[in-house]
């Protein structure tokens, strides 16, 4: 008897800006867009068209898809991520203005679902090709006694696309390793991925990615281990030795503005 699967999880949404030309669509700038919380997709159909012979109903055909709602949310927006998704104009000094400047582009939205079938876990890819987003709603409520964790959520209209079929989703393939559906996933959103590689002794990193988009910026705290002290930290990035630009003593962080290559990172800790 054939076994189903049952969505057992979501993760790691991402965006790309939508192209079109001459029928033919392309992503560009793909990037995270923030750790996934819940994904909901509700595609909105014409009428059903239905023809009855000998008095029963002898064909029907399904109506066709004309749009529908995106509704994500998230632990907290990216901000590169959301001047992209709400098209921002570059910020004045330590501000960024919503009003008149900003233009909220057509983007391609991809995310990974994680399903479980008779005890084996896989990982599947999807994209909905064509999205606007909506202007973000802003909520928020002062801690009490405990946290209160807050999330964001975002609503989008999802939208054929202009390709000749109208595309409006894609579906991936079934993944066994959720890294291997994330490289497949930015890939298909015109994208390409880098590994980032920790060699750690006596040091702990904030840091648990294997890989990550080409163009995302990269941070990751370090600290030494009960008894030591972070003794040297060496950063490459494509090969190039960045530590000086990448690494603060005094934070304890490593910051990448945009990662354009494999990244390595080696830490040691000593004795204090």
Not at 189 to 211: K, R
Request: aromatic content about 8%; proline content about 3%.
């Amino acid at each position: 008897m054939a076994v189903g699967k049952v969505c057992t999880g979501f993760s790691r949404p991402y965006v790309a800006l939508y192209n079109e030309s001459a029928g033919v669509v392309t992503y560009t700038g793909t990037r995270r867009l923030a750790r996934g919380v819940s994904v909901n997709v509700s595609p909105d159909t014409g009428d059903t068209n239905d023809f009855y012979a000998d008095n029963v109903l002898a064909e029907s055909d399904s109506g066709v898809f004309t749009g529908g709602t995106l509704t994500l949310t998230v632990d907290g927006l990216h901000v590169d991520a959301e001047r992209m998704i709400m098209g921002l104009p570059e910020a004045d000094g330590d501000w960024v203005a919503y009003g008149d400047n900003q233009s909220a582009p057509n983007v391609g939205v991809g995310f990974i679902a994680r399903y479980m079938s008779d005890g084996v876990t896989t990982y599947t890819p999807i994209i909905l090709c064509k999205n606007k987003f909506n202007q973000l709603p802003l909520e928020a409520t002062t801690q009490g006694e405990s946290i209160d964790w807050q999330t964001e959520e975002l609503t989008a209209k999802i939208m054929r696309g202009d390709d000749a079929n109208h595309n409006w989703k894609y579906l991936g393939k079934d993944y066994t390793s959720e890294n291997d559906a994330e490289a497949a996933l930015v890939t298909k959103l015109g994208g390409s991925m880098h590994t980032i590689t920790q060699t750690l002794t006596n040091v702990f990193s904030s840091l648990s990615d294997e890989a990550i988009a080409d163009g995302e910026p990269l941070e990751a705290t370090l600290a030494a281990e009960s008894g030591y002290v972070i003794d040297s930290v060496t950063v490459t990035m494509g090969g190039e030795d960045i530590t000086s630009t990448a690494w603060s003593a005094s934070t304890s962080k490593i910051n990448i503005a945009s990662v354009t290559g494999d990244v390595v990172i080696v830490a040691t800790g000593v004795e204090e």
